[in-house]
């Protein structure tokens, strides 16, 4: 089945203790981005990667890192969480940036206390 | 600057068609999209339209595209109980095209 995985779904941290969330997709997109979703603020994109060792900033990028070694893994890593980054974070892939079908995984709700 | 505006809420009654509105700021834009977020779940594309056309109908779904309003609609002919959802409007543009911007979503909920 073509997805988009996204590990954990639920993560509770303190903060500045550093966390991955891992996303991996099985339909061979060139495109991965990761979005955070807060409540009336709809979705902002922190990070994309056009593709294998590409990656560039979206709207939100401070205090997020990212990884693209592999064109199936696009982890999303917080080096020293802080509570401003408590919120729902979805993982998103499509075959390019132009297509227009973006498939998104299930959801990682992070609290940072 | 982008940006994509829609109300938080609309309630329907069963049966009744639901129309969810969005206005756009940048007129470059070349897909706009409706996505569909259940609870606890993520987001389903559930149709999107070209910028050069008006319209577009799938089954319950019309998309109404109004370039010189800047302004796009969704209805929903005959809503159900599983139609209750987030309903987020978004684009991409010529200027960005690596990126789709999202609207804040409007929560959908069905009344008996």
């Known amino acids: 089945e073509a997805q988009v995985t996204q590990n954990p779904r639920y993560l509770i941290t303190v903060t500045g203790k550093k966390l991955t969330v891992t996303c991996s997709q099985n339909?061979?997109?060139?495109?991965m981005s990761w979005y955070r979703q807060d409540p009336g603020l709809g979705l902002r994109q922190i990070y994309y990667?056009?593709?294998?060792?590409?990656?560039d900033k979206g709207d939100v990028p401070e205090g997020y890192k990212v990884s693209r070694k592999e064109k199936r893994n696009f982890p999303l890593i917080l080096e020293s969480p802080s509570p401003n980054q408590t919120s729902l974070y979805f993982c998103?892939?499509?075959?390019?940036?132009?297509?227009?079908?973006?498939?998104f995984g299930s959801g990682t709700q992070l609290s940072v206390l | 600057g982008e940006d994509v505006e829609q109300s938080l809420f609309l309630s329907v009654r069963e049966g009744d068609s639901s129309v969810i509105n969005c206005t756009y700021t940048?007129?470059?834009?070349?897909?706009l999209y409706w996505y569909k977020q259940e609870p606890g779940a993520g987001l389903q594309l559930l149709t999107y339209?070209?910028?050069?056309?008006d319209m577009k109908q799938d089954q319950r779904l019309t998309v109404l595209l109004n370039k010189k309003d800047k302004h796009l609609s969704l209805r929903i002919a005959d809503t159900q109980t599983g139609d209750s959802a987030i309903y987020f409007c978004?684009?991409?543009?010529?200027?960005?095209?690596?990126?789709?911007?999202f609207g804040s979503g409007t929560r959908l909920s069905i009344r008996p």
């Open positions: 998103a892939s499509s075959f390019s940036p132009a297509n227009e079908k973006l498939f």
């Open positions: 339909m061979n997109h060139e495109y």
């Open positions: 990667s056009m593709n294998v060792e590409v990656t």
């Open positions: 940048d007129s470059s834009s070349t897909y």
């Open positions: 339209i070209f910028s050069n056309m």
């Open positions: 978004a684009e991409r543009t010529y200027s960005s095209a690596s990126k789709i911007i």
